[in-house]
């Protein structure tokens, strides 16, 4: 799986700082959706990219078999939106401990949950659900299209 070859400090996440690799995921559809065009828009952002489809993505749907080190609860430290210090220093910690992985709220949609698995064979091989590329309008991820029906469909800031 790519999160765990292509490892590098140019590519960090919530729960990894590039000195190793995790994939990561979420309870459905639309919580990897709102998680993706966060990164998505930063990054279109960095890179003063012209309004336009901008993004093509596809949906993997798999399965995890792991016990996660819960945060869900009583860990508002480590899921600041705007600083993964916090959350990198506790996973290197509890992987070095031995633990699978971390489930956390999501920070982009409130009612989702994602996990960080630190482990390849603690996911199943996903298969491809949806392909989609996501309209940038200049600040940010306005609209995506399912590319399988064509159907375009608004994302709320």
């Given at each position: 799986m790519?999160?765990?070859v292509?490892?590098?400090?140019d590519?960090q996440?919530?729960f990894?700082?590039?000195?190793?690799?995790a994939f990561?995921?979420?309870d459905?559809?639309?919580?990897a959706l709102f998680?993706?065009?966060?990164?998505?828009?930063?990054f279109?952002?960095?890179?003063d990219?012209?309004?336009?489809?901008?993004?093509?993505?596809?949906?993997l749907?798999?399965?995890?078999?792991?016990v996660l080190v819960?945060?869900?609860?009583?860990?508002?430290?480590?899921?600041?939106?705007d600083?993964?210090?916090r959350?990198?220093?506790?996973?290197r910690?509890?992987r070095?401990?031995?633990?699978?992985g971390?489930?956390?709220?999501?920070?982009?949609?409130?009612?989702g949950?994602c996990?960080?698995?630190?482990h390849?064979?603690v996911?199943?091989?996903?298969?491809?659900?949806?392909?989609?590329?996501y309209h940038?309008d200049?600040?940010r991820?306005?609209?995506?299209k399912?590319l399988?029906?064509?159907?375009v469909y608004?994302?709320s800031?």
């Amino acid at each position: 799986m790519v999160p765990f070859v292509h490892v590098t400090p140019d590519h960090q996440g919530r729960f990894h700082d590039g000195t190793y690799g995790a994939f990561y995921g979420a309870d459905g559809f639309e919580t990897a959706l709102f998680e993706t065009v966060h990164h998505t828009r930063l990054f279109c952002a960095a890179t003063d990219d012209a309004p336009g489809w901008i993004a093509d993505k596809r949906e993997l749907v798999g399965q995890l078999d792991a016990v996660l080190v819960d945060v869900r609860e009583g860990f508002g430290d480590l899921l600041d939106p705007d600083d993964d210090g916090r959350s990198q220093a506790f996973a290197r910690e509890h992987r070095a401990n031995g633990a699978n992985g971390i489930v956390y709220p999501s920070v982009r949609n409130p009612v989702g949950t994602c996990f960080a698995a630190f482990h390849p064979d603690v996911v199943s091989a996903p298969v491809q659900g949806r392909h989609i590329t996501y309209h940038w309008d200049g600040t940010r991820v306005d609209m995506f299209k399912d590319l399988g029906d064509g159907s375009v469909y608004a994302i709320s800031a």
